[in-house]
Nanobody
Framework: QVQLVESGGGLVQPGGSLRLSCAAS????????MNWYRQAPGKQRELVAV???????NYAASVRGRFTISRDNAKNTVYLQMNSLKAEDTAVYYC???????????????WGQGTQVTVSL
């Protein structure tokens, strides 16, 4: 069984910081990409950041310069460091990964459970 376990969400004041973590566990052969999405109330889910197995990264324009995605391959973990947080960053943040299980011929998509990030006074 493969699962993604998230942690690090919570309440923070505007201008503050949070660090989200997402650890992939199970019989994993290879992780191709690890990604962060978010969904605010009344809005569609949007892609926030992407990191590939070669550590290439991409960010949504709304978070570029404030958020940093990184990975620890030894721990099969992806992080999202969020700085200079704004009220508009309030959303449920979801970890997502394209990974290949041991014994499979190719990758499948997996999702974490989501973690709430609230930026408010």
């Amino acid at each position: 069984q493969v699962q993604l376990v998230e942690s690090g969400g919570g309440l923070v004041q505007p201008g503050g910081s949070l660090r989200l973590s997402c650890a992939a566990s199970g019989s994993i052969f290879r992780i191709y990409t690890m990604n962060w999405y978010r969904q605010a109330p009344g809005k569609q889910r949007e892609l926030v950041a992407v990191i590939t197995s070669d550590d290439n990264t991409n960010y949504a324009a709304s978070v570029r310069g404030r958020f940093t995605i990184s990975r620890d391959n030894a721990k099969n973990t992806v992080y999202l460091q969020m700085n200079s947080l704004k009220a508009e960053d309030t959303a449920v943040y979801y970890c997502n990964s394209a990974l290949q299980k041991l014994g499979d011929m190719g990758p499948s998509m997996y999702w974490g459970q989501g973690t709430q990030v609230t930026v408010s006074l």
